[in-house]
């Protein structure tokens, strides 16, 4: 059974920085496409970050990309989302996913495994 634990959520004034960590168990993590999504009140779920196995490809939405950073550590299954000079609009739960090698980035389908997501809130 793979888990995903996320951590590093919480509430910050508007230019601060955080960063989110990912913990996934029950999977070989190095043969797993891992990525961040978020969703805001009454919106959908976007991708926010995306690192393909072996870091080959890491992909940060061009949306975030200036202010967001993703890394993995294949030793520590571990992926983290750098997440500076935050904004309101970057208020939302914030959720890992995983999934096997293949398929479009940031389509919601292809990840079978997910977080319970972390609460990122930016105040003015």
């Known amino acids: 059974q793979v888990q995903l634990v996320e951590s590093g959520g919480g509430s910050v004034q508007t230019g601060r920085s955080l960063t989110l960590s990912c913990v996934a168990s029950?999977?070989?993590?190095?043969?797993?496409?891992m990525a961040w999504f978020r969703q805001a009140p009454d919106k959908g779920r976007e991708g926010v970050a995306f690192a393909g196995i072996r870091s080959e490809v890491r992909n940060v939405d061009a949306s975030v990309k200036a202010r967001f950073r993703i890394f993995r550590d294949d030793f520590k299954n571990t992926i983290s989302l750098y997440m500076t000079n935050l904004e309101p609009e970057d208020t939302a739960m914030y959720y890992c996913a995983a999934r096997p090698p293949g398929g479009s980035l940031y389509r919601v389908s292809t990840y079978p495994w997910w977080g319970r997501g972390t609460q990122v809130t930016v105040f003015t």
């Open positions: 029950g999977t070989t993590f190095s043969e797993t496409e």
